[in-house]
């Protein structure tokens, strides 16, 4: 049973920063590819960010590229999301997901699980 717990969310103001975490538990972590993904209300859930299992080589969506960073440790089968330089149109539930392989991909479709989502709120 694949469980994942997503934290780190919040109100920040505009500018500000938050570090969201992913925990996973029930598959091995470290050669599981891993996703970030996020839904604004009435939109389509969206990519952010993935890292590869393995190599740990990180992809990013334009929106995300330059202020966000994607990293993982795999000693405590946790993933990280450090966002900088927020806008009001990062605000939306941001979701955590695994694969059952190292390749990394931008497709919700491609992964297996979800967490519960954790909620980003960035006011201007």
């Known amino acids: 049973q694949v469980q994942l717990v997503e934290s780190g969310g919040g109100l920040v103001q505009a500018g500000g920063s938050l570090r969201l975490s992913c925990v996973v538990s029930g598959r091995t972590f470290s050669t599981s590819a891993m996703g970030w993904f996020r839904q604004a209300p009435g939109k389509e859930r969206e990519f952010v960010a993935a890292i590869s299992g393995s190599t740990s080589r990180t992809y990013y969506t334009g929106s995300a590229q330059g202020r966000f960073t994607i990293s993982r440790d795999n000693a405590k089968n946790t993933m990280y999301l450090q966002m900088n330089s927020l806008k009001p149109e990062d605000t939306a539930v941001y979701y955590c997901?695994?694969?059952?392989?190292?390749?990394?991909?931008?497709?919700?479709?491609?992964?297996?699980?979800w967490g519960q989502g954790t909620q980003v709120t960035v006011s201007s």
């Open positions: 997901a695994p694969r059952s392989t190292p390749a990394a991909r931008m497709i919700s479709a491609d992964y297996n699980y």
